[in-house]
């Protein structure tokens, strides 16, 4: 028998005005698999059914129960649930993003759902899921989302539904995407901030957020395997923020990989560091126009406060003996002993990466290769 559901359920999107309430006309568009790109039997109505389903089948172990079970350490009966909002967030490079609300008497939460559709986008998720539950668990609780469920579904009716992995995880409340922007004649955060609308940071607030990126990333790369997260983009979202009178605070929402910085020779554990500092350093400069767009480049103070925070994560992993046997005293030794021409060869060396995963990343480092270098060499020299 089906089990009785007296919850509240309403589907919605999200927007820079607040919620929109997705009434029969919306629900009834094709369904967007990306930008002007639409699914040619799928409709809005199905996205949001699937996601229902899969949080609350009509047979069957309830998801939603036992994450909520989970999250509030207490068991939580189906009927206890009083609203349910599944709401639109965004479709990102890989996969659709929503957010779902609940509430049961005095406890309420909120999650975030991916979704995948492709089989590239699937074996990505799937990878995602377990390195989230891998690096939350040893490295940085606090930084990453907990993954809370996955599993496959299946979307639209019979005879034209698709197979999708969905995966749910913590949404981090007050938490919002931005990119970077030229503002005042510098580059500025940009925050899309869904609740007082999209504004601009200050400049302290921007360095503040490339110095937190830059320490997260570093504290996250394991010294022994030179394993670190890898790829992730100021493009894709992968970092959000919350800003407020207490300051910045910042979140990585995602782990795709986790592999070893390839750009060394074997054995070397200071030389793949210093290869994963100019790789972090060059990155952190690098973001999209409006998430989506061409590729764009962060001024030097941004570089400046990334090389703080990837300094300030060495002595972090020093004090926990993460350090395979160095200090963060023979790396900056090492990284100031570099002259122009070998920072110039480590960062070319990175080129070759980044020309496979994105052209415009490419040929905007290509176009700052040689400021980006003077600005490296005085920077290192500064500290």
């Known amino acids: 028998m089906p089990r009785p559901l007296m919850a509240d359920i309403s589907y919605r999107f999200s927007s820079q005005k607040g919620d929109v309430i997705a009434d029969e006309d919306m629900l009834n568009r094709k369904f967007a698999v990306g930008p002007s790109e639409f699914h040619p039997s799928l409709t809005l109505r199905d996205f949001f059914e699937c996601v229902r389903r899969f949080l609350l089948p009509e047979n069957g172990a309830s998801c939603l129960q036992d994450i909520l079970s989970g999250m509030w350490q207490r068991p939580v009966n ?21 957010s779902i609300d609940v509430s049961a008497g005095k406890d309420s939460a909120r999650l975030c759902a991916n979704l995948a559709f492709t089989e590239s986008a699937k074996q990505t998720l799937e990878r995602e899921f377990e390195l989230l539950s891998l690096l939350r668990d040893e490295k940085a609780p606090d930084f990453l989302p907990r993954a809370h469920k996955k599993d496959n579904a299946e979307m639209g009716a019979a005879g034209r539904s698709v197979s999708l992995l969905i995966i749910v995880l913590e949404w981090f409340e007050g938490y919002e995407e931005w990119h970077f922007r030229a503002h005042e004649g510098s580059t ?8 007082r609308g999209y504004h601009f940071l200050s400049k302290e607030q921007t360095s503040d957020m490339a ?8 504290i996250y790369y394991d010294v022994q395997s030179m394993r670190r997260i890898t790829p992730w983009h100021h493009g894709g979202g992968d970092f959000i923020v919350r800003a407020s009178g207490e300051g910045i605070d910042l979140k990585l929402v995602t782990a795709r990989g986790y592999e070893p910085i390839g750009l060394f020779k074997p054995g070397s554990l200071l030389d793949a ?11 952190m400069r690098l973001d999209k126009w409006e998430g989506l767009g061409e590729s764009t480049w962060a001024d030097r103070f941004v570089l400046e406060a990334a090389v703080k925070g990837f300094i300030e994560a060495l002595h972090i992993k020093e004090s926990r003996g993460e350090m395979g046997g160095l200090s963060a005293a023979d790396v900056l030794q090492r990284l100031k002993s570099f002259n122009a021409g070998r920072l110039h060869s480590l960062v070319k060396e990175q080129l070759l990466d980044i020309r496979g995963n994105d052209l415009s990343d490419y040929m905007a480092v290509r176009r700052h290769l040689d400021n980006h270098v003077e600005d490296i060499y005085a920077v290192i020299q500064s500290f």
């Open 78 to 98: 189906v009927e206890e649930i009083e609203t349910i909002i599944i709401r639109y967030e965004k479709y990102g490079t890989l996969y659709q993003i929503c």
């Open 273 to 283: 560091l210093c290869s994963f500092f100019i790789e972090l350093i060059t990155k």
């Open 188 to 195: 500025r955060a940009f925050l899309w901030d869904m609740k």
């Open 211 to 218: 110095l937190q990126a830059s320490r997260i990333l570093t």
